[in-house]
């Protein structure tokens, strides 16, 4: 009788908790990822289609164009003491096991999306998450692209038309040579940043791109290969879960039935 009473209760327990994960993942889907107070300061996001490439369109054409997309449609931010407001910090209804690694390792509290469609349709992101959203986008596209980290800034490196180029969508900039010839002669990607107003900021770049030795690498290579896989089981599993519980809660239900006609 005991035992029957404690494989009820382990049952209703996985069935409840099943249909509530179920349940905040289908709201997740509903309200997507991107945080609602951005509405009120960026237009929203591009339909999917808008990033393929179109007939006729170079490489040149086609990264510029998409580069500005994102320019334009994302806030070029990250208010880390605002995480949860803007969707920083991954609530628990996008998916809930990027939720509970935030509550354990601090490396997710301020998390970085790795596959650029959920990076780029949350909205949000400082030079390294627009940079590996345009890198995921170009190779989407078959262009060969890589994460290029600079002293204190990151940039994309592409091959377009047969020739590597620089682009910045932080600063929505391309810049029409390779990082060796850019490292050598810093001054020479000033030009390319001409319509920023600042002439501090502009300073800066170019302190940026001074040092050298800069290595492109992928996402992976960025990110690191245990977040970037995790982040992929993860939302596998967001679903996998939750089907798991409710398929054993009616298992042991129909135990429990099988048990009860026997006796």
Same mark, same amino acid.
């Given at each position: 009788?005991?035992?029957?009473?404690?494989?009820?209760?382990?049952?209703?327990?996985?069935?409840?908790?099943?249909?509530?994960?179920?349940? =905040?993942?289908?709201? !997740?889907?509903? &309200?997507?990822?991107?945080?609602?107070?951005?509405? @009120?300061? +960026?237009?929203? $996001?591009?339909?999917?289609?808008?990033?393929?490439?179109?007939?006729?369109?170079?490489?040149?054409?086609?990264?510029?164009?998409?580069?500005?997309?994102?320019?334009?449609?994302?806030?070029?931010?990250w208010?880390?003491?605002?995480?949860?407001?803007?969707?920083?910090?991954?609530?628990?209804?996008?998916?809930?096991?990027?939720?509970?690694?935030?509550?354990?390792?601090?490396?997710?509290?301020?998390?970085?999306?790795?596959?650029?469609?959920?990076?780029?349709?949350?909205?949000?992101?400082?030079?390294?998450?627009?940079?590996?959203?345009?890198?995921?986008?170009?190779?989407?596209?078959?262009?060969?692209?890589?994460? =290029?980290?600079?002293? !204190?800034?990151? &940039?994309?490196d592409?091959?377009?038309?047969?020739? @590597?180029? +620089?682009?910045? $969508?932080?600063?929505?900039?391309?810049?029409?040579?390779?990082?060796?010839?850019?490292?050598?002669?810093?001054?020479?990607?000033?030009?390319?940043?001409?319509?920023?107003?600042?002439?501090?900021?502009?300073?800066?770049?170019?302190?940026?791109?001074?040092?050298?030795?800069?290595?492109?690498?992928?996402?992976?290579?960025?990110?690191?290969?245990?977040?970037?896989?995790?982040?992929?089981?993860?939302?596998?599993?967001?679903?996998?879960?939750?089907?798991?519980?409710?398929?054993?809660?009616?298992?042991?239900?129909?135990?429990?039935?099988?048990?009860?006609s026997?006796?």
């Amino acid at each position: 009788m005991r035992f029957s009473r404690t494989v009820q209760a382990i049952a209703f327990s996985l069935f409840i908790c099943g249909v509530g994960l179920l349940t =905040l993942n289908f709201y !997740g889907v509903a &309200v997507g990822p991107r945080p609602s107070v951005l509405s @009120r300061v +960026i237009p929203e $996001p591009a339909p999917r289609g808008s990033f393929k490439k179109t007939t006729g369109e170079s490489d040149v054409e086609y990264a510029t164009r998409v580069m500005n997309l994102i320019y334009r449609t994302m806030s070029r931010s990250w208010p880390v003491r605002r995480s949860d407001l803007y969707n920083l910090r991954i609530p628990p209804y996008e998916n809930f096991l990027l939720y509970l690694a935030s509550c354990f390792f601090p490396s997710y509290l301020n998390y970085e999306f790795c596959d650029w469609r959920k990076g780029y349709e949350r909205g949000v992101g400082q030079c390294s998450q627009m940079s590996m959203i345009l890198v995921g986008v170009l190779r989407w596209q078959g262009i060969d692209a890589f994460v =290029l980290p600079l002293d !204190g800034h990151v &940039v994309v490196d592409a091959e377009l038309d047969g020739k @590597r180029q +620089i682009l910045d $969508p932080y600063f929505d900039v391309r810049i029409p040579f390779d990082i060796n010839r850019v490292e050598k002669f810093p001054s020479i990607a000033l030009p390319c940043y001409a319509k920023l107003s600042n002439e501090a900021t502009k300073n800066k770049l170019l302190a940026i791109f001074a040092p050298p030795n800069f290595q492109p690498v992928s996402i992976k290579g960025y990110a690191g290969w245990r977040t970037l896989y995790f982040e992929k089981t993860s939302y596998i599993l967001k679903w996998v879960l939750p089907m798991a519980m409710l398929a054993t809660a009616c298992l042991l239900r129909s135990a429990k039935k099988k048990r009860k006609s026997t006796i």
